[in-house]
């Protein structure tokens, strides 16, 4: 992971403090197929201009590398001219997925409604999908960035809801059982899956193709991420404490990727302490109207 660029912020959400923490995961060099809109997007776009020039990204949708168009769209959109605009190459969901099968997609970041202890993906259904259930959007291209991407992060949020030990649907797939070579067996690519699951809380990785919580955010503990799980996961023996966004960081986030808010003002305040600790601001979810954001 990168090292963070800038002085630590004064004040921050928890959205605003997942998409830095994916952006500093950014490598130089590799090919990252993004999730259409949001927190994905966000995350590639800051990694980008802080941390890893040389990357590269094609959305869900196949564009290559598209810029914000600023102030209307921070690109939270597919399949239009805002969400292409300024790109290198207008492809397709194909061109890209057969790009991915050939082992040219490094790195996949999606979002999810669940995800089970090896790395499975909801974003289809919750509840009985052959009796009563809620229908959601579905995967779109989810399903063939977890199977052909060398890695996977995974963006979620911290609550025993996302965290399930059987998902209601496999959207898109993880370790599927958990049993050695079930990737290959179902014929997906050897050596890919997943790689990170990344909260507002915490960050997970995978040990022997099972969910292993790696590291902690310092507004919360082992036990309040645990609490706002489903199931209980693996625990490094050594719990990293994550690092909190810059100022550098959110200033690139708040005037130039999302001006209006649309990704980011999601999610509890968090404030640094005069002890330099950091702690939830008093007002619970949403945007604290005593935080007024710096743009």
Request: aromatic share 8%; charged share 25%.
């Amino acid at each position: 992971m990168n090292k963070p660029k800038g002085e630590k912020a004064a004040n921050f959400n928890e959205r605003e403090h997942q998409i830095c923490l994916v952006a500093r995961m950014i490598e130089d060099g590799r090919t990252y197929w993004v999730a259409g809109g949001g927190s994905p997007m966000a995350a590639i776009l800051l990694g980008k201009k802080l941390y890893a020039p040389s990357a590269i990204y094609v959305t869900e949708d196949g564009v290559l590398a598209p810029e914000p168009m600023l102030p209307l769209d921070p690109i939270m959109t597919m399949v239009s001219a805002r969400a292409s605009y300024r790109a290198l190459q207008w492809g397709t969901m194909n061109s890209v997925g057969f790009q991915a099968q050939v082992g040219l997609m490094d790195c996949g970041i999606l979002n999810t409604l669940q995800v089970d202890p090896y790395g499975n993906i909801n974003s289809t259904a919750l509840g009985d999908y052959e009796g009563e259930h809620r229908r959601f959007g579905g995967p779109g291209g989810a399903d063939s960035i977890a199977s052909l991407c060398w890695r996977t992060i995974l963006m979620t949020d911290q609550q025993k809801r996302k965290f399930v030990p059987r998902v209601d649907f496999v959207s898109s797939p993880g370790f599927l059982d958990g049993s050695e070579g079930a990737r290959e067996r179902a014929g997906l690519p050897r050596g890919t899956g997943p790689w990170r699951v990344v909260t507002p809380w915490a960050v997970f990785d995978y040990q022997e193709r099972r969910l292993r919580l790696a590291g902690v955010s310092p507004f919360v503990t082992v036990d309040d991420v645990l609490a706002e799980m489903s199931f209980q996961p693996l625990i490094a023996a050594k719990i990293e404490t994550l690092e909190t966004p810059t100022e550098d960081e959110l200033a690139l986030l708040r005037t130039e990727l999302d001006q209006r808010g649309q990704i980011t003002d999601v999610g509890r305040w968090v404030v640094r302490q005069d002890d330099g600790s950091f702690a939830f601001a008093e007002g619970g979810k949403g945007g604290d109207p005593s935080l007024p954001r710096s743009w």
